[in-house]
């Protein structure tokens, strides 16, 4: 199966070359690399300890129309995990179309990387280390930012619906109202399983959904700091399983705290609730796209990193993570890097006036 999307992605590479660009085209290219260690020394009841070593090289090209705003593009993502064979390695294919009417408004649909949306979502909603292995969002993005707020949605089509395995979807919707220094914004995510075709009746339909409505203030430009944010919502988790009609309903507080000066951060997490994921046990990451410490009702981690070099290219941070649960204390290590250019990397007119710096993986 790898060897045929291979093939298939290389042949519509081809293709497109071969098409003669007029004037009114341009030829686009962009390559991302990463490469991550995370070493995690976990011994809680709720994680299991482990370590992902490994690159993952990104490559795309396609063409750009009236002046970029129409682009198609494909690639794909090759995941190398260090240690383990060639025949081991993963190969996702990139292939999508993109919209950019220049006024805010922008759309993707086909399979495309994470790194499109603007904001990443919560832990407690997407698992950073999903990342590293499912590097694409397959299915549609639409998105809207100004100055003082964005707003984007998502599906991401994770699975599809066979006699053995159930179809498995996440809608994500996010946006953020920034007036002045204070913001309100909120996250809302669903996780649907299906069942299998011509599944039993003792197998379900399971849905999963969370809420986090938050406000926050935004204090980087009134102390001596590249920036400091604090924000503060309530965090509530709806989970079923159709057969049973019976709803679970976690509540809990969510609060984050991010500050950065210079070449050095610390981000902190506190949650204080109920067991976000009563269902984790039964269907995993496959229902709870989150992380599992979620599922202690007293739960804080705390980043310290550092970048070792970050600019519009290239982004290298090294991070101490600790985890606090009533349980356990945990502890975590992770170096990333982050390589990205196109074909606009020496065109200041056409660079996009955003990417100051290389955002994280994350």
Not at 284 to 307: E, K
Request: glycine residues 8%; charged residues 20%; proline residues 5%.
């Amino acid at each position: 199966m790898i060897k045929e999307d291979k093939y298939i992605t290389v042949l519509i590479i081809l293709l497109l070359l071969a098409i003669p660009a007029p004037k009114a085209q341009n030829l686009l290219w962009n390559v991302d690399m990463t490469g991550f260690f995370d070493n995690r020394e976990y011994k809680s009841p709720y994680q299991t300890a482990q370590t992902f070593f490994g690159t993952r090289l990104s490559p795309e090209i396609g063409l750009g129309i009236a002046q970029d705003k129409h682009r198609i593009m494909v690639g794909g993502s090759w995941i190398q995990s260090f240690g383990s064979p060639l025949k081991d390695s993963e190969f996702k294919p990139t292939v999508y179309y993109e919209y950019n009417n220049r006024n805010g408004f922008s759309m993707n649909i086909g399979a495309f990387a994470r790194t499109h949306l603007i904001e990443t979502l919560p832990t407690v909603m997407l698992y950073d280390s999903l990342s590293y292995f499912r590097p694409n969002i397959e299915g549609i993005l639409f998105q809207y930012q100004k100055e003082k707020g964005y707003g984007e949605i998502f599906i991401d089509w994770r699975r599809k619906q066979t006699e053995q395995d159930r179809e498995a979807f996440l809608i994500s919707a996010s946006g953020r109202w920034m007036p002045g220094i204070f913001f309100a914004g909120g996250h809302a995510v669903m996780n649907h399983l299906a069942r299998p075709k011509n599944a039993p009746e003792d197998i379900s339909v399971v849905d999963d959904i969370l809420i986090n409505p938050y406000i926050g203030v935004d204090l980087g430009n009134k102390l001596p700091l590249d920036s400091f944010t604090l924000q503060a919502g309530y965090l509530i988790s709806m989970e079923r399983i159709r057969g049973n009609g019976i709803w679970h309903r976690p509540q809990g507080l969510l609060a984050q705290l991010s500050m950065e000066w210079r070449f050095m951060g610390l981000s902190n997490t506190l949650y204080i609730g109920e067991n976000q994921q009563p269902f984790y046990p039964q269907f995993g990451s496959l229902l709870n796209q989150g992380d599992p410490f979620y599922q202690s009702t007293r739960y804080n981690r705390t980043d310290v990193y550092a970048y070792l070099f970050r600019n519009e290219w290239v982004n290298c941070f090294f991070s101490l993570n600790f985890h606090y649960t009533k349980e356990k204390f945990d502890s975590q290590q992770q170096l990333i890097l982050r390589f990205n250019i196109d074909n606009y990397y020496k065109n200041t007119a056409r660079r996009s006036p955003k990417r100051s710096l290389l955002k994280n993986l994350f």
